[in-house]
């Protein structure tokens, strides 16, 4: 059986460090964890044309929410 454990809330709420614990603590208790964002695909696009958003800036929030958003809104092809 699969447990899936969501974690959501504001920016700059602590999410990844509450993952970041969540994850060491159920490694060592020899659970398969794997870690996913909803953001993780956008960022990786914005990667791939030279945009770095790794700094987690303001800015880079705001690149990420408003690309995000545009995709999701995109006509299918």
Not at 13 to 34: I, P, Q, R, S, Y
Not at 40 to 58: F, N, Q, W, Y
Request: glycine residues 8%; hydrophobic residues 45%; charged residues 20%.
């Amino acid at each position: 059986m699969k447990t899936v454990v969501i974690v959501n809330g504001h920016p700059r709420a602590g999410k990844d460090t509450a993952v970041d614990f969540l994850e060491v603590m159920l490694g060592e208790a020899g659970h398969n964890v794997m870690r996913y964002s909803s953001i993780d695909p956008v960022r990786e696009a914005l990667s791939h044309i030279g945009v770095d958003t790794s700094a987690k800036t303001e800015a880079d929030r705001a690149v990420l929410v408003e690309v995000g958003m545009a995709l999701q809104n995109a006509p299918l092809l």
